[in-house]
């Protein structure tokens, strides 16, 4: 469970979710963080095993460490969520070099490196795996100031459907989950969300009238991890209160 550390996040909702149905989950975040064996004791809590196991995903070598530290401390992978990710509000003409190789390096290499190396753990164990990646209603839907953020996203959806085919024949389903708005981390500094009022107009475009819950990522997660979704492959699974429909 990669980029599961920060309280709000995402990465934390799918993991307590994992958790509450009786998952061993590891936690992957950067660095030696604090919130990460917070989170780590909170999952031991609900009897499951946990581990905190630090990665930088795009660094390949420390990703395949990763994977062997997890199997060895944890045992056979059956379930990866590759939903690390950052971003930057910069138009078109602004965006700097440094800040286009940070967010395909996070977003696309990290996601490529940790789908690569575990979904080989799971091959050379004979697992019957799932694949969960985090993509983003960018899929589908172009904002401005995000063109990196989104071909990023995009180029996952590419990644999906493609493992997916090639992975069948192992057993292993491979799918994405596209978030709408939840207020994490990564969105503090969305130019469009700094006012009572930017976030008031950003809540008339979502039928749901509110951004999600982490946890309500996780149960759909949860989802394509179970029995229930064993035919549910190359799928994009949007959980955005409705962000998209009909506008795209
Ligand atoms: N929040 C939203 O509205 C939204 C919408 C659509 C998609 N997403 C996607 O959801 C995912 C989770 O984001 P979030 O909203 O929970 O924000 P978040 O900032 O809370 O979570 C991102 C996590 O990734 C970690 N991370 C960053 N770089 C990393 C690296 N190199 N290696 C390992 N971990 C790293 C961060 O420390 C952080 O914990 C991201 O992929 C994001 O693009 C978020």
Not at 99 to 128: E, I, K, W, Y
Request: proline share 3%; net charge negative.
């Amino acid at each position: 469970m990669t980029g599961a550390a920060r309280e709000r996040g995402i990465g934390r909702g799918i993991a307590q979710c994992l958790a509450e149905e009786g998952c061993a989950v590891a936690v992957n975040d950067l660095g030696a963080d604090a919130d990460g064996h917070a989170l780590v004791a909170e999952l031991r809590t609900l009897g499951v095993a946990a581990e905190y196991v630090a990665a930088d995903v795009s660094d390949r070598s420390a990703v395949d460490a990763m994977i062997a530290t997890v199997e060895d401390r944890l045992g056979p992978l059956d379930f990866v969520c590759s939903n690390a990710g950052v971003a930057d509000w910069q138009s078109l003409l602004d965006v700097t070099e440094e800040s286009f190789d940070r967010l395909v390096a996070v977003n696309l290499t990290g996601a490529f490196n940790v789908c690569q190396a575990a979904t080989a753990a799971m091959v050379a164990s004979g697992r019957r795996g799932r694949v969960v990646i985090t993509s983003s209603v960018h899929v589908q839907m172009p904002f401005p100031e995000m063109a990196v953020y989104g071909a990023t996203k995009g180029g996952l959806k590419g990644l999906v459907e493609t493992m997916a085919i090639e992975l069948a024949e192992h057993g292993i389903t491979v799918n994405h989950i596209g978030p709408g708005w939840v207020q994490s981390f990564i969105n503090d500094t969305s130019p469009s969300l700094q006012t009572d009022a930017e976030v008031a107009a950003t809540l008339t475009l979502i039928p749901a009238g509110r951004p999600a819950d982490p946890r309500e990522l996780g149960r759909a997660v949860v989802y394509l991890c179970s029995a229930d979704g064993e035919y549910v492959t190359g799928a994009y699974v949007r959980v955005d209160g409705g962000f998209v429909v009909g506008k795209y």
